[in-house]
């Protein structure tokens, strides 16, 4: 029987990844083959006929963090934390037009010669246009992450939500890997993550997403097809909202 594509419940989402997603078991950079795996994910809910765009993080090359504890100025550190979020995000490009799908990279930090300039209205017109959009360089600022990131884009995407996809399928109450017994949330508040210290997003991303009403959707990038089975309705997975 053919494999048709369930109906999806949304029509504009931005998925956000980590860096560390990217690099398999390898422990640092880039591992092509998980690449490509995710790219399949994101290409099944293409195909389905809801526009994406992503965020990816830079923690699996770079975060300035680690490199202001090391001595290294901040926001010199962050910017090369940025700066990685781009070849992660050009590595995405690649896998996902190997699977014949059109997109395009963005940087908040203009990089003529390497991608797009972020162009707010231009963005809006490829995602109507059924490219695969994936913003690089974060917010473009030092201080903040790709969390943060992610939101604003979403919100400037007018997405219906943001899709954590996470190596656990919600948010617990505790670490699901060292707890037999931490329990998964169906559903929470914005509030509940900060009462409770949840691990979602940093609280600036949190409360951005708070302030705009803008719905987090935390589900296992793991399971295979459980990017297109979410989109769906199906699955389990946590939904964070006001
Ligand atoms: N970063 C930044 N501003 C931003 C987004 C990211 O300065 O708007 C820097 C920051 O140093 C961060 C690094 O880029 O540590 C990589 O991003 P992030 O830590 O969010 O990556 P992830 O943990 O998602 O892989």
Same mark, same amino acid.
């Given at each position: 029987?053919?494999?048709?594509?369930?109906?999806?419940?949304?029509?504009?989402?931005?998925?956000?990844?980590?860096?560390?997603?990217?690099?398999?078991?390898?422990?640092?950079?880039?591992?092509?083959?998980?690449?490509?795996?995710?790219?399949?994910?994101?290409?099944?809910?293409?195909?389905?006929?809801?526009?994406?765009?992503?965020?990816?993080?830079?923690?699996?090359?770079?975060?300035?963090?680690?490199?202001?504890?090391?001595?290294?100025?901040?926001?010199?550190?962050?910017?090369?934390?940025?700066?990685?979020?781009?070849?992660?995000?050009?590595?995405?490009?690649?896998?996902?037009?190997?699977?014949?799908?059109?997109?395009?990279?963005?940087?908040?930090?203009?990089?003529?010669?390497?991608?797009?300039?972020?162009?707010?209205?231009?963005?809006?017109?490829?995602?109507?246009?059924?490219?695969?959009?994936?913003?690089?360089?974060?917010?473009?600022?030092?201080?903040?992450?790709?969390?943060?990131?992610?939101?604003?884009? *979403? =919100?400037?995407? /007018?997405?219906?939500?943001?899709?954590?996809?996470?190596? !656990?399928?919600?948010?617990? #109450?505790?670490?699901?890997?060292?707890?037999?017994?931490?329990?998964?949330?169906?559903?929470?508040?914005?509030?509940?993550?900060?009462?409770?210290?949840?691990?979602?997003?940093? *609280? =600036?991303?949190? /409360?951005?997403?708070?302030?705009?009403?803008?719905?987090? !959707?935390?589900?296992?990038? #793991?399971?295979?097809?459980?990017?297109?089975?979410?989109?769906?309705?199906?699955?389990?997975?946590?939904?964070?909202?006001?």
């Amino acid at each position: 029987m053919a494999d048709t594509p369930p109906n999806p419940t949304y029509k504009r989402v931005l998925l956000k990844i980590s860096g560390e997603a990217l690099m398999g078991n390898t422990g640092f950079g880039l591992h092509p083959p998980t690449v490509e795996r995710i790219a399949r994910e994101v290409k099944s809910v293409h195909d389905m006929g809801v526009e994406v765009c992503m965020v990816i993080g830079g923690g699996n090359i770079f975060r300035g963090l680690q490199g202001s504890a090391q001595g290294m100025e901040r926001t010199t550190a962050d910017y090369m934390g940025m700066l990685a979020t781009v070849m992660n995000a050009l590595a995405m490009q690649s896998a996902l037009e190997g699977l014949g799908i059109f997109t395009r990279v963005i940087s908040a930090i203009p990089m003529d010669q390497v991608c797009e300039p972020y162009i707010r209205r231009r963005a809006v017109r490829h995602l109507e246009k059924k490219r695969v959009v994936i913003f690089a360089a974060g917010t473009g600022n030092p201080y903040f992450t790709t969390d943060t990131a992610a939101t604003l884009r *979403a =919100s400037e995407m /007018a997405c219906e939500a943001i899709f954590m996809g996470k190596q !656990v399928d919600g948010v617990y #109450d505790k670490d699901p890997k060292k707890h037999d017994d931490a329990v998964r949330y169906d559903s929470i508040t914005y509030d509940d993550v900060f009462s409770k210290n949840l691990k979602v997003m940093d *609280a =600036s991303a949190i /409360a951005l997403a708070r302030d705009n009403d803008m719905p987090i !959707v935390v589900f296992s990038l #793991d399971e295979p097809g459980g990017f297109r089975g979410i989109l769906a309705g199906q699955g389990t997975y946590t939904r964070v909202h006001s």
